[in-house]
Nanobody, 123 residues
Framework: QVQLVESGGGLVQAGGSLRLSCAAS????????MGWFRQAPGKEREFVAA????????YYADSVKGRFTISRDNAENTVYLQMNSLKPEDTAVYYC????????????????WGQGTQVTVSS
């Protein structure tokens, strides 16, 4: 069982940066692939980024590639999403996810979800 708690969301101007954190409980954190999804009002949940169990492999949505960086610290049971050059279209609730397997981009592949943290980018 894995519990996920996100933090770091907030209001930022376009062009600014935020770093989201996701603290995970559970002794098997280091064996899980971790990721981030987001959902804007009236839109479907969409994949943002994912990292494999040891941080050696990452994958990004085209919309965030080059601006966002996902990383993890297995000693601290934490995964991060560094978001730079933020745009108004990045406004959404961001969810941390975990799954006991390989990186995936479909939300149905992830067993565990955090409660979400709001990111709002003003123009």
């Amino acid at each position: 069982q894995v519990q996920l708690v996100e933090s770091g969301g907030g209001l930022v101007q376009a062009g600014g940066s935020l770093r989201l954190s996701c603290a995970a409980s559970g002794r098997t954190f280091s064996s899980y692939a971790m990721g981030w999804f987001r959902q804007a009002p009236g839109k479907e949940r969409e994949f943002v980024a994912a990292v494999n169990w040891n941080g050696g492999s990452t994958y990004y949505a085209d919309s965030v590639k080059g601006r966002f960086t996902i990383s993890r610290d297995n000693a601290e049971n934490t995964v991060y999403l560094q978001m730079n050059s933020l745009k108004p279209e990045d406004t959404a609730v961001y969810y941390c996810v975990a799954e006991a397997g390989v990186i995936a981009t479909s939300p149905t592949k992830y067993q565990y979800w955090g409660q979400g943290t709001q990111v709002t980018v003003s123009s």
